[in-house]
């Protein structure tokens, strides 16, 4: 933003306000725009004379409020989707290289998360995502959605209880660092023995209770909806790679919302899809597979081989 009266401190603060926006939205394109909006926000302010004494909180609540916004139009477009909702993947390589306010953020919200966060109100969500992902206390919450401490905390409690029953399988905390390389290795076991067709390894792989998700926006392949049954979830998976194999793509290990996972490439370079593995007591616990077009364009070009024909 050449020429605005930004100062260079205030963008210290933009992993931070991407990390919300992102929580607030579950969309890269959606969270970039909200930052950039509410630093012109306080570009605007500044040039006006307004004084402002905190820029962090000035920043930190114009962003909060406009994913508020939001979301409202948001949910409208999300009542019509094509089968199942899942959020645009943050993607960091394998080698931890990625956009800094990037590879903050993979490390905070799981996809499964994401879409527990969709079952709540827009106040309800902000509230949600700065005291639970952030740990804002509630005085700080109350003056950033503009509402009550005693509020906020009932608004909290309301939250927690709407999302418990899905909770426990949507863990907010990443793996932590003695755990990344035993689920680094898992996914690389899990995805050899995917391309190499080895039913009884994947089997041996696949929690009992797994899910599989595959979000094609209704413009690009995708399972129709959910599916648990893990015979199923291994013949799909042994399906997919082996048209990858023969289209000529390849898959490439990343880290996905801080779990291990793999961006697909088309024989071009370019982006067909991105899966994120959830991983705990050394099973894989829940697969996600976003292969819409709409979704991966952050990623860098997207790859026709999965889209389906226009109607």
Not at 146 to 173: H, V, W, Y
Request: proline share 5%; with cysteine; glycine share 12%.
């Amino acid at each position: 933003m050449a020429g605005s009266a930004v100062g260079t401190d205030a963008y210290g603060y933009r992993s931070l306000l991407f990390s919300i926006a992102y929580g607030m939205t579950g969309s890269v394109g959606d969270a970039e725009d909200l930052v950039q909006d509410a630093y012109l926000g306080l570009t605007r302010a500044q040039q006006s004379g307004t004084a402002i004494g905190n820029v962090k909180a000035y920043l930190t609540t114009s962003v909060t409020r406009l994913g508020i916004n939001h979301l409202g139009s948001a949910r409208v477009r999300r009542e019509t989707y094509v089968g199942d909702w899942l959020p645009e993947p943050v993607v960091v390589a394998a080698d931890r290289t990625g956009p800094v306010e990037h590879a903050e953020l993979s490390d905070s919200l799981s996809m499964a998360f994401l879409v527990l966060l969709e079952t709540l109100a827009p106040a309800e969500r902000a509230v949600f995502v700065l005291r639970e992902v952030f740990g804002y206390g509630y005085p700080e919450v109350a003056r950033i959605v503009g509402k009550s401490e005693a509020n906020c905390r009932q608004i909290f409690a309301r939250a927690r209880k709407r999302i418990a029953p899905g909770a426990q399988s949507a863990d907010l905390a990443p793996p932590p660092p003695a755990r990344r390389t035993e689920s680094e290795e898992l996914a690389r076991k899990f995805f050899a023995a995917a391309e190499g067709g080895d039913m009884d390894a994947l089997l041996g792989m696949l929690a009992p209770e797994v899910v599989f998700q595959g979000d094609g926006g209704g413009k690009a392949r995708a399972i129709a909806r959910s599916e648990t049954e893990p015979r199923r979830i291994a013949q799909m998976l042994v399906g997919g790679f082996r048209r990858v194999r023969i289209l000529g793509a390849s898959l490439r290990p990343a880290w996905v919302n801080g779990r291990p996972g793999g961006v697909t490439y088309d024989a071009e370079g370019r982006v067909a899809s991105v899966v994120e593995l959830d991983v705990a007591d050394g099973m894989i616990r829940a697969i996600h597979a976003v292969s819409n077009p709409d979704k991966l364009g952050h990623l860098g070009p997207v790859s026709d081989i999965g889209r389906l024909p226009q109607r």
